[in-house]
């Protein structure tokens, strides 16, 4: 039986390389994204498998709608869930804004929440299910991150009552917090903070116990067990990539 993913935020980054690998564990790919999705759809469907590639805006209700029916009516019933999309709007505190707060907020945990919902009906039907959602190791807490920290905090405690409410349908939910790694997003927190790539990137990883930063097929070997059907009595869970312990 081929299964139905959609990775949200997957036309580049860490959301390429899961919805990639996904395809290569021989799921269909449904990548939804509000930038370009055409280079992931390819390399999804040379792995054999369908791609399908939706502009989508997770924090509109409509939006999200409309897009998990039509993976439904193109690709088969999505029983396998990647919140992935995100956004920064990094400030201080005292510099931060109402809307830059807002909108982390309503892209990061509204979208995840929006897609989750939309989603679940074709699980709960199946009675079968793979929830996973991105967190971050900011959810402890990051300088400048007031919004991101709380958006990825949140989808925690959102992750763990989806397992408590979907479990009894076969439906696991769970959270990989990544750390450093190397992406698009990665060189935007450098610049905010002033700092050199290349020099923000040694200062981190000199307190990572392997010694490296990490990269986008780092979260998606991750996602790919999560997502797997050897994962079903996994549920509840948030998971550090990071390379080393967090507290």
Do not use: C
Not at 171 to 182: F, Q
């Amino acid at each position: 039986m081929t299964r139905t993913a959609i990775v949200t935020g997957g036309g580049r980054g860490i959301g390429a390389a899961i919805a990639q690998r996904l395809a290569a564990d021989g799921m269909n790919v449904a990548i939804l994204d509000m930038g370009p999705t055409e280079d992931t759809v390819k390399a999804v469907e040379a792995a054999g498998v369908k791609g399908l590639g939706i502009d989508t805006d997770v924090s509109d209700e409509a939006s999200v709608e409309s897009a998990v029916k039509t993976v439904a009516e193109t690709l088969g019933a999505p029983t396998v869930l990647v919140n992935n999309a995100g956004i920064l709007r990094d400030n201080l505190l005292f510099k931060m804004t109402h809307e830059e707060f807002q909108k982390v907020l309503s892209v990061h945990l509204g979208g995840a929440f929006l897609m989750a919902k939309a989603v679940q009906a074709y699980m709960v039907e199946a009675k079968y299910g793979r929830i996973v959602s991105m967190s971050s190791t900011s959810a402890l807490g990051n300088r400048g991150q007031t919004n991101y920290s709380a958006a990825k905090a949140g989808i925690q405690g959102m992750t763990k009552t989806w397992a408590i409410e979907l479990g009894k349908f076969g439906v696991t939910a769970n959270a990989i917090a990544p750390g450093l790694i190397e992406t698009d997003m990665t060189k935007a927190t450098a610049e905010r903070m002033g700092v050199n790539y290349e020099d923000f990137i040694a200062a981190g990883v000199g307190q990572i116990p392997v010694a490296r930063t990490g990269k986008p097929e780092d979260i998606a070997h991750t996602a790919s067990f999560l997502a797997s059907e050897g994962a079903g009595f996994v549920s509840g869970q948030v998971i550090y990539v990071a390379g080393g312990p967090k507290n």
